[in-house]
């Protein structure tokens, strides 16, 4: 059997200053509309599609679900913005190809060159929503990183994003990127300290960049393989990472446990040492209610996520020199990730062979075949019988049947080498009591890690004291909750839903135990 892995648009704020020529120019074009009722989203991307701009506003200053009536006709952009909006106080101002939608009456910030020592950094903010230009679905998973350097985080399941960076980035720019969207990169100073969404357009590869051939799925992972030493780390790293792992019954939260991880990443060519982690801060909140009527507890949520570096940790479906023969490939599509062509691969286990194997997607890039992304999954006909991999123990009156195992892993570049950037794995489980005709309900467990920065400099292993175990139950893992810490390190925001379920749980917000120091 298959070896199983447990478990825009911000705001900058400008003076009254008036129009430049370009600002005049674009907002004098002319736009057509049919008479129509529309949300202010929807206006407002018939207006990019007429003008090719993207808007940046505060999400705060503009409803984008509010309905707005429009007659038909033609009118200015300017004249155009205002009837959607439906307040004349607003100003506007060409960036780029963007179109700033702001209040006129408070100064601008200005971004300044200071050098600060490192003790003395002062930080901000960027935070907002990242979705899709079309459809305006939130997009999970998306990346959101700092071009230049190796900082970065991801978009929670509900496309929210949160990064605190240091002054000396304010000139800096953020670069937004997903499997099948166009990256764009916007200005930090038009995200500074403010609420935003941005929205992604889908990549549609006109023919003229393909070159149409037959594409041997099998020689597509040999040469990812044959490639690996020139395509990874070489060398041992560390990373900053933010992990996290949750629990829900019945899509109610029970638990989550974040933390922040120093990892010691081995390089890809030492298949005899492993990873290690030092854990640095840690925080736990856990729903009273559902912990005193059922008990689950998640175990080796850590190890999952460093044995999910499939490029250090091959798992069977990528070693197309197999003896067994498990699994079927096919070239089924090409994409793009971070403005990369990419091959995609699905593989699935053979016919006739009744054992859990994995099925899913592989993303080759189509120049140097660096994996860059992977989601796949247990195979949904024999998911039912891997009970035994995941359950380590449960009551004798409870059978439980999983009933999805799905992970996704993907990597970034940096410095000419491709790093783990981001790990999930999702669980859910049908949990009954015997014997009872309506004693059942859902389970769904989560655990994900992903690299907030990535250092080269002076890397060594851990000492026996700082190396955190990663098969345990972290959650039980004794700390001290560091308000300030927390309140301005980069973080996955929750989702709205777990949000929701966090707000109204306060009587306990933190476990308290052992201190970790940054």
């Known amino acids: 059997m298959c070896r199983l ?10 003076g009254a200053t008036p129009l430049r020529a370009d600002d005049d120019e674009v907002l004098n074009r002319m736009v057509q509309f049919s008479k129509s009722k529309q949300t202010v989203y929807q206006w407002l991307e018939q207006v990019s599609k007429q003008t090719g701009y993207l808007f940046i506003y505060d999400s705060k200053l503009i409803n984008n679900e ?25 100003a506007f101002r060409v960036i780029g190809n963007h179109l700033l939608i702001h209040h006129p009456t408070v100064a ?69 990127s997903h499997l099948g969207y166009v990256s764009q990169n916007v200005a930090v100073s038009l995200l500074n300290g403010h609420n935003s969404t941005l929205t992604l357009e889908p990549k549609v590869i006109p023919l003229q960049e393909v070159i149409i051939r037959v594409v041997n799925p099998l020689r597509l992972l040999r040469e990812m393989l044959e490639f ?62 559902e912990k005193d009527t059922f008990v689950t507890k998640m175990k080796s949520g850590i190890d999952a996520c460093l044995q999910l570096d499939l490029i250090k940790n091959l798992p069977d479906f990528l070693d197309p020199e197999s003896k067994d023969a498990v699994y079927v490939y096919t070239s089924s599509d090409i994409t793009v990730i971070n403005n990369r062509v990419a091959n995609v691969l699905g593989f699935e286990q053979r016919k006739g062979i009744n054992e859990p194997y994995f099925c899913g997607k592989l993303y080759i890039d189509a120049e140097n075949s660096a994996l860059l992304q992977a989601q796949f999954e ?18 004798r009156n409870m059978s439980v049947t999983p009933q999805q195992v799905i992970y996704t892993v993907s990597y970034k570049p940096w410095k000419d080498a ?35 920065q990535i250092d080269t400099e002076q890397v060594t292993r851990f000492t026996r004291k700082e190396k955190l175990p990663t098969h ?26 777990l949000t929701e379920a966090i707000e109204k749980i306060t009587s306990k917000v933190e476990e308290t135990g052992s201190s970790y120091s940054w």
Request: charged residues 20%; glycine residues 6%.
């Open 378 to 395: 247990v195979n949904p006909k024999h998911v039912s019988k891997t009970a035994n991999v995941f359950i380590e123990k449960k009551a």
């Open 108 to 176: 601008p910030v200005v971004a300044k060159q200071v050098a600060l020592k490192p003790d003395s950094l002062s930080y901000f903010t960027i935070e907002g929503v990242l979705r899709d230009r079309y459809s305006q679905e939130p997009i999970a998973s998306g990346t959101v990183s700092v071009e230049g350097t190796s900082m970065g985080s991801i978009t929670n399941q509900s496309g929210a994003y949160r990064l605190r960076l240091p002054e000396t980035l304010l000139n800096a720019s953020i670069r937004f």
């Open 418 to 452: 491709y790093y783990i950037n981001h790990v999930r794995g999702d669980l859910s489980f049908k949990v009954k009591k015997k014997n009872r005709l309506f004693g059942s309900f859902n389970l769904h467990t989560w655990f994900e890690m992903v690299t907030c």
């Open 228 to 289: 690996r030493e020139k395509n990874y780390a070489l060398n041992p790293v560390y990373f900053t990472s933010f992990y996290r792992e949750g629990i829900e019954r019945n899509n109610k939260f029970v638990h989550l446990t974040e933390a922040v991880f120093r990892v010691y990443k081995t390089s890809y060519q030492d298949l005899l040492s492993t990873d290690q982690v030092k854990l640095l801060k840690m925080r736990s909140i856990s729903n009273p209610l």
């Open 66 to 90: 509010q309905m707005v009536k429009l007659k038909a006709g033609s009118r200015t952009v300017k004249q155009a913005l205002y009837e959607i909006i439906g307040n004349t106080q607003l």
């Open 5 to 14: 892995f447990g478990i825009l648009c911000g705001l900058l704020l400008w």
């Open 472 to 497: 345990t139950v972290f959650a039980d893992t004794p700390f001290k909750y560091d308000e300030r810490f927390w309140e301005g390190f980069n973080v996955i925001p929750p989702e709205e839903a």
